[in-house]
């Protein structure tokens, strides 16, 4: 029921992009994405819904895919303040509101 | 906005006593609650949703007379881990959820701590 996320870990330069996937075996209303840094508690960055949609906000952007039940993160021009670990969480179709963490991908940009 | 508070933010117990944590919607008001543990290096695991005025809905293999969980309004709930052992030192994180336009964003406190000793 976990969404499998991946890559698990990513490393990058300034300036490079990566995208990371998410990816569930059940049928979808939502997934939510948060990032992480060491210590803290998650940012809250984007939700997407049903539908085929995109979303984006400065070089940050997802898409999600419904008949496949995926989603994707796409980090393009990446600065050294994206490192933290990223966590895709799913709705399910019922749409209880309770979200489903996957096990996270670390993203470290280097200078 | 959308800012949750937790309190406290450490806290170091001797086994066998009870912490209170607690959360805090602070400009908005959260229908739903939701309890968090995360052990180091590894995901959110969801503990108990916490709805005001309702008794809380645990997961599967959580022990809902262990974590005691009170969610007095709309903007408070608090959880209550009663004799705690070691195995209880984690990081508990609780969210509180916007219902609207049935979009159910979650925003996170800042975490407590917890060492049992």
């Known amino acids: 029921q976990q969404p499998v996320q991946s890559p698990q870990a990513v490393i990058l330069r300034e300036g490079e992009d990566a995208v990371i996937n998410c990816s569930s075996s059940?049928?979808?209303?939502?997934v939510h994405w948060y990032r992480q840094k060491h210590g803290e508690a998650p940012v809250f960055l984007m939700i997407l819904l049903k539908g085929g949609e995109q979303k984006g906000h400065d070089k940050i952007s997802a898409s999600f895919n419904e008949k496949k039940q995926q989603s994707s993160l796409y980090l393009t021009a990446s600065q050294l303040s994206y490192s933290g670990t990223y966590f895709c969480g799913t709705v399910g179709s019922s749409n209880t509101g309770k979200l489903i963490f996957g096990q996270g991908t670390t993203l470290q940009v280097k200078p | 906005g959308a800012v949750v508070s937790q309190h406290p933010s450490r806290v170091i117990c001797k086994s066998g006593t009870s912490v209170k944590i607690e959360c805090r919607s602070l400009d908005f008001q959260a229908t739903t609650m939701f309890w968090y543990r995360q052990f180091p290096k590894q995901s959110l695991m969801l503990m108990a949703t916490s709805n005001e005025g309702s008794k809380a809905t645990y997961e599967q293999g959580v022990e809902k007379d262990k974590f005691l969980i009170n969610h007095a309004s709309l903007t408070l709930s608090t959880l209550t881990v009663t004799s705690a052992h070691p195995e209880d030192s984690s990081f508990y994180i609780c969210?509180?959820?916007?219902?609207?336009?049935?979009?159910?964003?979650?925003?996170f406190g800042p975490g407590t701590r917890l060492t049992v000793t």
């Open positions: 969210s509180a959820q916007t219902p609207g336009q049935g979009l159910y964003e979650q925003y």
């Open positions: 059940k049928a979808l209303y939502s």
